[in-house]
């Protein structure tokens, strides 16, 4: 569909949309670590001050017992992934000139 117009115009669209795409993932990205880093902030307060016990033995058995978990759940879907990689790859491939529009567009928009 999009290849009916000129290259001008893939170029200016795919711009448009990868400037717009980078400069809401940097909003999100600064609030998503402001938050975390302020969470972990207002805890190590709590902690220091003595309202908060935070038994670091147990986070450290969780973090450790998640980390399995997370690694037998991504053995399981590397052919899910390797599926979509490779249709994101044909896709690319197809429309190279407004995917490169929307790299340049996406690197602007992260910034500004």
């Known amino acids: 569909m999009v290849e009916k117009y000129s290259v001008a115009t893939q170029i200016v669209m795919g ?4 400037w717009c795409a980078g400069f809401l ?26 309202y908060v016990q935070i038994d ?7 973090v450790n017992k998640a980390k399995r978990q997370i690694k037998k759940r991504a053995n ?9 990689i ?5 896709f690319i491939k197809q429309n190279i000139v407004i995917s490169s529009g ?6 602007l928009g992260l910034a500004s």
């Open 15 to 18: 711009g448009v949309t990868g």
């Open 25 to 50: 993932f940097q909003k999100v990205g600064k609030l998503a670590a402001t938050a975390v880093g302020g969470g972990f902030l207002l805890l190590q307060v709590a902690s220091h001050s003595g």
């Open 56 to 62: 670091w033995k147990r986070v450290e058995k969780d």
């Open 76 to 84: 399981k879907a590397a052919p899910e992934i390797n599926n979509i």
């Open 86 to 90: 490779e249709e994101a790859t044909d």
């Open 102 to 107: 929307f790299v340049g567009g996406f690197l």
